[in-house]
């Protein structure tokens, strides 16, 4: 099989760019490892800044998030069970975000991409990049059967996990990392959910209520990293929640029996440069944050802005100016990110090495949040996400 784009992973960025390159007349490949219903089971981001809510709009991706989303113009901080804080969006930055699920965001694109009859493999098997730097091709297995796709560039948008990073050398890969020694514990509840989001800092731990829809809540505690799901019963998960919040607002909290329970790892990651020969990354496969800020789906896709960009300015004006400059673009938005995800982990979250003096400078940087309109507004503009790049 020939293609001009042979996209590696089926995830909100590979379908994305798929989407975005058919609407400008590209022909792309998509190979999943997965299957369809695995990829639209896993329970992940809630919310969009007000970048990828334009860009869904952009392309005319946004008729149920504009129906059924919620729009969002702030988070509250709430610390020690008492005082708190809402980092206020909307007053400081004067735009909107949306609580949205990447599960509708990710059903949503395969409708439309199946409507527009893409090519999408499922279910492939040791997908391999060859040649990246000279006339790139990808396999993989299906159902035991060996296939090729010849193609003029290899995106991965594979994830974490995925063989597109690993198939730059070594050499040229610069990595950063940091691994945190506790996950977030998350459970999805057929209730109601509270009015706003909620982070909450306390000294057992992070705890955070989100939602999914008006009689869907998501809730999250930080456990420590070594924990099983099968230790944590609905009982202790409200029991943990619940003491972690004011007493007001645990009042309000509409408890009940979990339908999905999972523990995400925390881990800040960075690999540089995203591109090598004709192999250039976006997404998870590239990046990762801890969900703190909510900005791993979003760097997801403000990624595929400029590499769909990059793309259609190369067939299209024969310039590859942009492809050029797509890692180095990318990449200060990208480190935005990880700053501000870092920020709130340190700020939210208690460390299992922390001395007095970290927690002495912990709520000096919460005093000074309090105190100072200034640095209310510096978080806000971090918090809502850096503006594309012409
Ligand atoms: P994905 O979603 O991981 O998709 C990668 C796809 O590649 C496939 N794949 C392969 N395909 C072929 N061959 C192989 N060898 C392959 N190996 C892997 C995989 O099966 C998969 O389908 O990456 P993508 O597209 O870059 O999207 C990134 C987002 O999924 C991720 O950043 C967010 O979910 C992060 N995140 C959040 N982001 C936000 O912007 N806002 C949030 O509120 C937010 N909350 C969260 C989050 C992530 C969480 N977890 C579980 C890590 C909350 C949580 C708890
Ligand atoms: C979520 O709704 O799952 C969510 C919201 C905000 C975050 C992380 C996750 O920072």
Redesign the pocket.
């Known amino acids: 099989m020939r293609t001009q784009i042979c996209i590696?992973?089926?995830?909100?960025?590979?379908l994305f760019l798929s989407h975005v390159l058919h609407a400008a007349g590209i022909d792309s490949v998509i190979?999943?490892?997965?299957t369809k219903q695995h990829?639209l089971g896993r329970i992940?981001?809630?919310?969009l800044e007000h970048g990828t809510v334009e860009l869904l709009r952009q392309y005319s991706l946004s008729e149920r998030m504009d129906r059924d989303g919620m729009p969002k113009d702030g988070t509250r901080i709430v610390w020690q069970g008492k005082d708190d804080f809402f980092i206020d969006t909307m007053r400081w930055t004067g735009k909107r975000m949306m609580i949205w699920g990447?599960t509708q965001i990710t059903e949503d694109l395969y409708a439309a991409r199946e409507r527009d009859g893409a090519a999408i493999v499922f279910e492939?098997a040791n997908?391999t990049l060859h040649d990246i730097t000279g006339s790139p091709s990808v396999t993989y297995e299906k159902d035991g059967i060996p296939h090729r796709i010849d193609c003029d560039f290899v995106i991965g948008?594979?994830?974490f996990?995925?063989?597109s990073r690993m198939a730059i050398p070594a050499d040229i890969r610069r990595e950063y990392e940091r691994i945190y020694p506790f996950g977030?514990l998350?459970i999805m509840v057929e209730r109601p959910p509270l009015k706003e989001l909620v982070y909450a800092y306390h000294t057992d731990g992070f705890a955070m209520a989100s939602r999914r829809n008006p009689m869907l809540s998501r809730y999250y505690v930080q456990v420590p990293a070594a924990d099983k799901v099968e230790q944590w019963s609905d009982d202790r998960f409200w029991d943990a929640f619940l003491r972690r919040v004011p007493e007001n607002m645990a009042q309000q909290v509409q408890t009940g029996p979990s339908i999905e329970k999972s523990i995400?790892p925390l881990r800040s990651f960075v690999s540089e440069p995203m591109r090598w020969g004709k192999l250039f990354l976006?997404?998870?496969?590239a990046h990762i944050v801890p969900?703190t800020g909510?900005?791993?789906?979003?760097?997801?896709f403000s990624d595929i802005f400029y590499l769909s960009r990059a793309l259609i300015t190369h067939y299209d004006e024969g310039s590859d100016h942009y492809l050029d400059c797509y890692s180095e673009m990318a990449l200060r938005r990208i480190w935005a990110a990880e700053n501000i995800s870092w920020k709130l982990t340190k700020l939210l979250h208690v460390f299992p090495d922390e001395d007095p003096f970290d927690q002495k400078i912990r709520q000096n940087d919460y005093d000074l949040l309090l105190a100072s309109e200034e640095v209310q507004q510096a978080l806000a503009y971090e918090y809502i996400g850096l503006p594309f790049e012409d």
């Open positions: 590696i992973g089926g995830g909100p960025a590979g190979v999943e490892r997965q990829v992940r981001a809630g919310v990447q492939a997908t948008c594979d994830g996990h995925g063989p977030w998350g995400a976006a997404g998870d496969a969900p909510a900005k791993g789906l979003n760097l997801a």
